[in-house]
């Protein structure tokens, strides 16, 4: 009897705090391991939510249930259950690349020519996905009072490739409140890729109501074809984005809510970046938008009084430009300060343009740090300009002459050839910004801009910071270095020529494990971020994209993952080195002295054996 009391205690004293102490420490493990991402669920009930509200207009259409409305439905939940939202870890997306067949191999050279990035992988992941949230921790506490806007998502896309350009169509509508979205615009700009053109056109119709396709009358340019699709859009508010993006979460929100205090305030988000050969999600540091004389947009450091603001990464930035594709503003200020120079063809320069606008026609730029968007940043554009010519320079020549009064003899000076263009008539936008009563361009350098060095000026206002983004990376950390060793004929990986050479091919030598010079020369360092660092100067590198044989080389570090990462694919001293990016394997061509180094189809041969020791 007081055996079974003691055990009763026992189970009162302690199972009970034990259970507590159990429940409460897996709720936050658990609520720790979904922090850093997109909730799934929450993704699947907004879908699911959509499709009540699509059932429900469709009920309409028909006139009541009916067979014709049943089919419907059911097609329509198919969607939405396929709408498996996934996570993507890097390791699981460096295995989706691995090439397997020569199928595999024609999707991915194809994709990178046609459009620039891993086709591969992209099709692999499907429509949507969850992404990790990048947000700042104090971005998610922020609770959003209820919004009287809503908003017309335009993408225009030009031979877009159709599962990244269906996951930005998808990722809006997974994460985004339908109260909020009243659509999304695609504007096809005249794409000459038929297939993908009637692919996508097909998929929209059939099975995503709230998405209205429009398709330019002939090709117009990214510039022209924003009009265009802002022309169909019947939402308070515009959102433009590249066809290229995913959101995240709660990302239209906050954009909304800064557009709801302030009519006249234009809004982007945070870019982040998704790695054009492995589609990883990356966070981007706060950074805000600048420019060159060459009227070549860049990102700019914080100046340092925003920098240490308390209340960083949870307040807008003033930004003086944008870069361009991802911005939210009023469709009625979008008509009232003039849409875009419509005389600007295919690409660049109207960031520039609209951002100037903006700050000197009384309205203001920021960037919401809460809201984040990723974008695939190409390493080239894959497209063309049918007429020829450089449209870069011919824009960014409007806007010199439109805009920046006396300033632009700094343009002009830093690109001569541009003084020799015809770059058409600029009345109606002169005009435009006489009767919307804007300031001088001095006024906006002084103003908006105070860190911009005038040429032959000293500039005293701060000390002034630019980098390209991937040099906004941290230091590579080592985590274990020796030779890299091929194991069948226990040769050494070294380079062609100095370890300091860029683009040098690499080569098998003999092991040097006794002169200072081999031992520099041969001596590898492999770091968290997996890459290979020879003589801790320069990475081990495959030209991405490249079609045929690629082979192993070295190059400036970029720290961006993709073509510089190398991962082991068994644990232990032996094993093939993958590289994501080409997704095959590091292959000797001969395992002789001199023998070089290239990536070929992962199949575990001696040519692909190496050590790290
Ligand atoms: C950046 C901007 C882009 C634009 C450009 C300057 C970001 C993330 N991107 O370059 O939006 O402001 O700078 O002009 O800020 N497109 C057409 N018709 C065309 C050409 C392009 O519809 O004739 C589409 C294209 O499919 C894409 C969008 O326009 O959806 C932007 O083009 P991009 O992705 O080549 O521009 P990007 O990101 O290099
Ligand atoms: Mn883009």
């Avoid at 295995?95 to 595999?104: A, R, Y």
């Avoid at 191999?105 to 996905?129: M, P, V």
């Avoid at 700009?189 to 053109?197: A, F, H, M, R, V």
């Avoid at 990883?280 to 925003?306: I, K, T």
């Amino acid at each position: 009897m007081r055996k079974r009391l003691s055990l009763k205690c026992c189970l009162i004293w302690f199972g009970i705090p034990l259970t507590v102490w159990l429940t409460f420490n897996l709720f936050s493990w658990h609520l720790k391991l979904t922090a850093d991402w997109n909730q799934p669920n929450r993704l699947k009930l907004r879908a699911k939510k959509t499709l009540l509200v699509r059932k429900d207009s469709l009920k309409k259409e028909n006139g009541g249930e009916s067979p014709k409305f049943e089919q419907q439905c059911e097609a329509l939940s198919e969607v939405f259950n396929k709408a498996l939202v996934k996570r993507y870890n890097v390791t699981v997306l460096h295995s989706l690349g691995v090439v397997l067949s020569p199928e595999d191999q024609k999707l991915r050279d194809e994709g990178y020519q046609k459009f620039a990035f891993n086709a591969l992988i992209s099709d692999k992941i499907g429509f949507h996905r969850a992404v990790p949230d990048t947000r700042f921790p104090k971005c998610r506490d922020v609770k959003f009072p209820s919004i009287d806007l809503d908003a017309s998502i335009v993408i225009c896309f030009f031979n877009e490739q159709p599962s990244a350009l269906l996951r930005t169509v998808h990722s809006v509508i997974d994460q985004t409140p339908p109260e909020l979205l009243k659509e999304i615009i695609l504007v096809d700009d005249s794409s000459t890729l038929d297939d993908i053109s009637c692919q996508i056109e097909t998929y929209v119709n059939q099975h995503l109501k709230n998405v209205k396709f429009v398709r330019t009358p002939e090709r117009q340019g990214l510039i022209r074809a924003r009009v265009f699709g802002a022309n169909h859009a019947s939402g308070k508010v515009l959102v433009f984005l590249d066809s290229h993006c995913e959101v995240n979460t709660d990302w239209l929100e906050p954009l909304l809510l800064r557009i709801s205090h302030d009519p006249s305030t234009v809004v982007v988000p945070v870019i982040d970046m998704i790695n054009h050969d492995t589609m990883e999600y990356q966070s981007s540091p706060l950074v805000r938008g600048g420019f060159n004389w060459g009227l070549h947009f860049r990102w700019d450091q914080l100046p340092a009084s925003m920098q240490s603001d308390p209340e960083l990464g949870l307040k807008p930035i003033p930004s003086p430009t944008m870069a361009g594709g991802l911005f939210a503003m009023r469709k009625d200020y979008f008509h009232h300060l003039g849409e875009y120079d419509l005389g600007m063809d295919i690409w660049g320069g109207e960031n520039l343009e609209i951002s100037f606008r903006i700050w000197m026609c009384g309205g203001r730029l920021e960037i919401i740090p809460c809201s984040r968007v990723g974008h695939i940043f190409r390493k080239r554009r894959p497209y063309g300009n049918p007429a020829g010519g450089d449209t870069l320079i011919r824009n960014s020549l409007r806007v010199a002459h439109v805009w920046m009064d006396e300033y632009k003899e700094y343009f002009l000076k830093q690109r001569p050839q541009a003084g020799h263009l015809d770059y058409g008539d600029i009345s109606d936008r002169v005009s435009l910004r006489k009767h919307l009563s804007c300031k001088s361009f001095q006024w906006y350098l002084k103003n908006i801009y105070p860190e911009q060095v005038v040429p032959g000026q000293t500039n005293n206002v701060e000390i002034y910071h630019h980098f390209p983004r991937n040099q906004l990376r941290k230091e590579p950390v080592i985590i274990r270095h020796g030779q890299l060793t091929h194991v069948d004929s226990s040769l050494c990986v070294q380079s062609e020529k100095k370890p300091y050479t860029k683009k040098a091919l690499l080569t098998l030598a003999a092991c040097d494990t006794k002169t200072l010079d081999g031992q520099k020369s041969q001596m590898w360092y492999e770091t968290v971020d997996s890459q290979l660092l020879l003589a801790q100067l320069l990475c081990l590198d495959v030209e991405s994209g490249m079609v045929g044989k690629s082979y192993a080389r070295l190059m400036k570090c970029h720290g961006n993952g993709g073509s510089q990462a190398w991962t082991w694919t068994d644990k232990g001293e032996t094993s093939l080195l993958y590289n994501p990016a080409s997704g095959k394997c590091l292959t000797v061509t001969a395992a002789t002295e001199g023998g070089n180094l290239f990536l070929d189809l992962c199949t575990g041969t001696k040519e692909q054996a190496f050590r790290l020791s």
